[in-house]
């Protein structure tokens, strides 16, 4: 055991030169009590001294999204002789708390991108249990060769845990798409911190997709391109499973594909936008040889290189269009590679329209509550496409410092604006207006431009503290509860329906709301097929009117004995 706890304190030493700057205590919220927040981290059941417990704000809307706003520090506390720790003044919140320490696997967590759990702080809240079960992290080591033995350098190497159905564990797709551990110069791959179970593991780039870099196609354990031949791996915890060599397969030959982008209402070429392929039939995906997109020249033109055989989808990656005033749009198409090389393929584009305006907080010219409106995502749905989102700072779906907003690349149809559900707290879009007069929705034309629009958002402080009481059983072990809400009675539908997460203790905290009244929804985020029956005897829906800046109570019943035509 001495050894084991040494190791520990081993890696939270680096981990702690790492992350100093995230050691310090998050900035007191004004007029709010602190609170704390306890537990024991348990390594094979003994405490597990040295260990790292982080507590980071969270970002509470259920998506896993790379943001562009500062996130406050995190605190952290490491554990004592014991294996318990404490974080005091911490300021109320929603946070996500975990513990470091990779070579150990953390009982209950499947996302290495979204490690630890969801807690719900209120002020003056005391938070004990927040315990943490480490068990000694499986190995798995090999190498990765191609076909004459050589070995394969820098190439991904993911291991994938299957479920007791023999499939694969679900993660989330930024999980699946980003390799954790990689060859080195030997060819050689070591994968460390597992979980005792089953798995595959496979050399590429996300599942069957991708490849491995070279001319390689993505392979699983032992020289299998099909997931279905891939051979399984069961490791124990503490154990080592060695000699899990990979023999990466080659790509098949490619052909070329080629054709060309132009106006649907002129037949006119349409230069320099970027247009982008992948595969959406089964079998070998897309090679990692050759691009996968192409810019269009002076006459429209774009041309892909060594394209495996494959049924594929082409579109338009970028939608500025230089020197035509307006952006473009146009519809994707498909295309099947066979044994030759593909040509006369035509992408038609429309012009896209532009939303532009201004943006106002009803009653409030406070510089620091108009500085939060940066904060906001805008996007518009049309009735003739999905949703578009707004992306980086200062791009298309965002407010500007001055307070002026811009949405391009808007495709005709019926539209609404709408705000994004990782907008600030407080912040509501009451109601859009155009040229004085509130409007539900834009009626769009190809190359509209759309101006003298007026976004008026309105600010709150009501808080909804909730918990959730279950009768007549208990909940699937393992189950995660989500409470969405949405704002009733709205002409506008500027509300989205938002997610908070149910914290191990059942409660729940929706904060920054304006008045009104809401409609809370109930339901089991993930649990095995087995519990499906349970799963839909969860579903509750209740009201909740939000009458100022208070504290509101509320009860969310789960009635396992009811039926379900009686909910």
């Known amino acids: ?46 405490g597990a001294p040295g260990a790292q417990v982080m507590l980071k704000p969270f970002i509470n809307d259920g998506v896993t999204r790379i943001t562009f706003v500062e996130q406050p520090p995190a605190l952290s506390a490491t554990t004592d002789a014991e294996g318990r720790y404490r974080l005091t003044a911490v300021p109320p919140g929603t946070y996500r708390i975990s513990v470091f320490a990779p070579a150990y696997a953390v009982e209950g967590e ?48 993911n291991a994938y845990k299957l479920n007791p159905n023999g499939k694969r564990q679900q993660l989330s797709p930024l999980s699946s798409a980003v390799p954790r551990w990689m060859t080195d110069d030997r060819g050689v791959y070591r994968i460390f911190g597992l979980e005792a179970g089953r798995y595959l593991v496979a050399a590429g780039f996300g599942s069957i997709g991708g490849g491995t870099g070279g001319g390689y196609r993505t392979t699983f354990h032992p020289d299998a391109v ?126 896209g329209a532009t939303i532009s305006g201004v943006v106002a907080i009803e009653g409030s010219n406070d510089p620091a509550l108009r500085a939060k409106l940066a904060q906001v995502s805008l996007f518009v ?46 912040l509501a879009l009451a109601r859009v207006e155009h040229n004085g007069v509130e409007v539900n929705e834009f009626y769009v034309n190809a190359g509209d431009q759309i101006s003298g629009v007026r976004l008026v958002f309105t600010y709150g402080a009501g808080v909804i503290a909730g918990r959730i009481e279950v009768k007549g059983g208990s909940l699937p072990a393992g189950a995660r509860l989500r409470v969405s809400y949405r704002l009733e009675g709205r002409s506008v539908t500027g509300q989205p329906i938002k997610p908070v997460e149910v914290d191990g203790r059942g409660q ?60």
């Open 508 to 567: 729940f905290v929706i904060e920054g709301l304006i008045q009104g009244t809401y409609k809370l929804f109930l339901n089991v985020l993930s649990s095995t097929p087995a519990d499906e029956d349970t799963i839909k005897r969860t579903a509750v829906a209740q009201s909740v009117t939000v009458a100022g800046e208070g504290r509101h109570d509320v009860t969310l019943v789960v009635d396992l004995t009811a039926k379900e035509k009686d909910r």
């Open 110 to 157: 499947k996302d290495p991108l979204t490690p630890g759990r969801t807690i719900n702080v209120a002020e003056g809240d005391n938070v004990e249990n927040a315990d943490f079960s480490l068990t000694r992290g499986a190995v798995i080591t090999g190498k990765v060769t191609d076909d004459k033995d050589y070995p394969v350098i820098d190439a991904p190497v």
């Open 381 to 426: 749905r049309s009735d003739s496409g999905p949703a578009m989102i707004g992306g980086a700072p200062g791009g298309n779906g965002t407010i500007s410092p001055n307070g002026t907003f811009k949405l391009s690349s808007v495709q005709p149809g019926k539209t609404r604006i709408l705000t994004g559900v990782n907008s600030p707290k407080g």
């Open 226 to 351: 099909e997931e279905a031949q891939a051979r399984i791996i069961e490791v124990k915890s503490g154990e080592e499973a060695s000699n899990i060599d990979i023999t990466v397969a080659s790509s098949v030959k490619g052909y070329a594909v080629a054709g060309r982008v132009v106006e649907a209402d002129t037949d006119r070429p349409v230069p320099g936008v970027t247009v982008n392929y992948n595969a959406i039939g089964r079998g070998m995906s897309i090679s990692a040889v050759g691009p996968h997109s192409a810019v269009t020249n002076a006459l429209g033109e774009f041309r892909f290189e060594n394209v495996p055989p494959n049924s594929y989808r082409a579109f338009i990656v970028n939608i500025n269009t230089p020197g035509r005033g307006a952006s473009t749009l146009g519809d994707e198409i498909k295309f099947d590679v066979v044994t030759g090389d593909v040509s006369g393929l035509e992408i038609r584009v429309t012009r």
């Open 1 to 46: 055991m001495k050894r084991i706890n040494s190791h520990i304190l081993l890696l939270i030493c680096f981990t702690v030169l790492l992350t100093v700057a995230a050691r310090g205590q998050a900035p007191q919220a004004a007029g709010k009590a602190p609170a704390t927040v306890a537990g024991r981290v348990a390594l094979d059941g003994a």
